[in-house]
């Protein structure tokens, strides 16, 4: 009777370790297993970050283009520089990189008047620091959107409009 109780224990503490066994087995092949998905990722992860700076390498001409679009908007903008003539003309222009953007999925953001959005635009100068929603007065760079996703901030001056540097400097108390 002895031998058979102690049989019995023999085989519960081998069936036991066997066991426990296993299941180290188990959690080493698990531990192996996230160690190979961590490292796939980890290289997955690069690959996009390698394809996403191509192709923002790829756009940076149309970028540059659409920059030098924008200066040369920007230096005909005073009233009496310009015909109407070629005021149209530089609309139309203005229009057909717009058009020539959006075939690569280029959103120019250069909106003035509208609402600032820290996630689209970098203010570089504030106007009115009072005031909790400040609006675009001027973009002083453009900025782009590919696919949703911000590739350049626009950078520009926020304030209330009708604000300037002028009515700021007569109403603080000198």
Not at 77 to 101: C, D, T
Request: proline fraction near 6%; include cysteine; aromatic fraction near 8%.
């Amino acid at each position: 009777m002895w031998f058979g109780k102690l049989r019995w224990f023999q085989r519960n503490r081998l069936e036991r370790e066997a066991s426990r066994q296993l299941i180290m087995e188990e959690f080493q092949n698990l531990k192996k297993l996230f160690r190979k998905q961590s490292l796939l990722i980890e290289e997955m992860r690069r690959e996009q970050q390698a394809a996403a700076a191509g192709e923002n390498r790829d756009l940076e001409p149309l970028i540059e283009l659409c920059d030098a679009v924008f200066y040369l908007q920007q230096a005909f903008r005073p009233p009496g520089l310009m015909s109407r003539q070629h005021a149209q003309v530089l609309n139309l222009v203005i229009k057909k990189m717009e058009q020539f953007g959006t075939f690569f999925d280029l959103e120019m953001i250069q909106e003035e008047g509208v609402p600032f959005n820290p996630e689209i635009h970098q203010a570089l100068e504030n106007r009115s620091p009072g005031n909790p929603s400040p609006e675009i007065l001027e973009v002083v760079q453009p900025g782009y959107l590919r696919k949703g996703r911000v590739l350049r901030p626009a950078r520009v001056i926020v304030g209330t409009t009708g604000a300037s540097i002028f009515t700021e400097r007569e109403s603080t108390p000198s």
